[in-house]
């Protein structure tokens, strides 16, 4: 029995499925918990989704958090407005997946099946774990209700917090494509109070160090990665 938090997939099907079926091997009585920004930019976010529903379909406890891209796909289905934004984020690579998906007679947003949309509308802001804290982007110390500010939560870029800010809380994020062997060091330290777990899967050969989809074992502190598995 182990828990395992999976950093930003950005549909990198392949590369979760690697990571999760051979590289670690979960059990059903292991969690699993993505960090957010199931969608966009990768090759397979449609099917990275029915994966992931799949998987719960038959037993494996596995679930997400909010991204700021998951929040941009479910605004995009309400407003013209977001529906720019999303695309100028990489949304096009989601719509792809969905016409592969579910053929070329798919139109956005009725074609996206409704466990799919039912899905990312139940993606908590936050998680907390134990002594562990999973948000998508950053946390502001300062606003009234840190852990109520959905905006900070998926859009920010998570920076150094007070001492005496949830002082015995360790926070893992993604949003942020991390180098993994800064990964890695944070990780062996073990005295950091903010981990940063998207190791920039979708992002492979655009910088140095980046490329890989990260999980954290949380009662080790061990990390597991694999390298970006699309072609």
């Known amino acids: ?19 999760l079926e051979h590289r670690i091997g979960i059990a059903r009585s292991d969690t699993v918990i993505l960090l957010g920004d199931l969608v966009d930019r990768g090759p397979q976010s449609a099917q990275l989704i029915d994966y992931i529903l799949l998987l719960q379909y038959q037993g494996f406890n596995i679930k997400s958090i909010r991204g700021n891209h998951d929040q941009m796909l479910l605004d995009a289905a309400h407003s013209r407005a977001h ?4 695309i100028q984020n990489g949304g096009n690579s989601t719509l792809r997946s969905y016409e592969d998906f579910i053929g070329e007679s798919f139109l956005f947003p009725e074609g996206i099946p409704s466990t799919h949309t ?6 908590p802001y936050h998680l907390a774990i134990d002594r562990f804290m999973l948000v998508h982007g950053g946390v502001n110390p300062f606003h009234d209700n840190p852990l109520g500010n959905a905006e900070s939560l998926l859009w920010s870029r998570m920076g150094e917090l007070p001492s005496d800010f949830m002082p ?3 926070f893992l994020y993604g949003h942020t494509p991390t180098p993994l062997d800064t990964i890695q060091a944070i990780v062996d330290k073990q005295e950091h109070r903010l981990i940063p777990l998207d190791g920039g899967c979708v992002y492979a050969g655009m910088r140095s160090g980046i490329g890989f989809l990260v999980a954290l074992k949380l009662e080790t502190l061990t990390l597991h990665w694999v390298e970006k598995q699309e072609d």
Request: aromatic residues 16%.
């Open 168 to 170: 015995s809380t360790i």
């Open 1 to 19: 029995m182990a828990t395992y938090v999976v950093g930003d997939t950005h549909g990198c099907l392949q590369s979760l499925r690697y990571l």
């Open 118 to 123: 039912a899905f990312l509308n139940m993606l």
């Open 83 to 86: 529906y720019s934004q999303w």
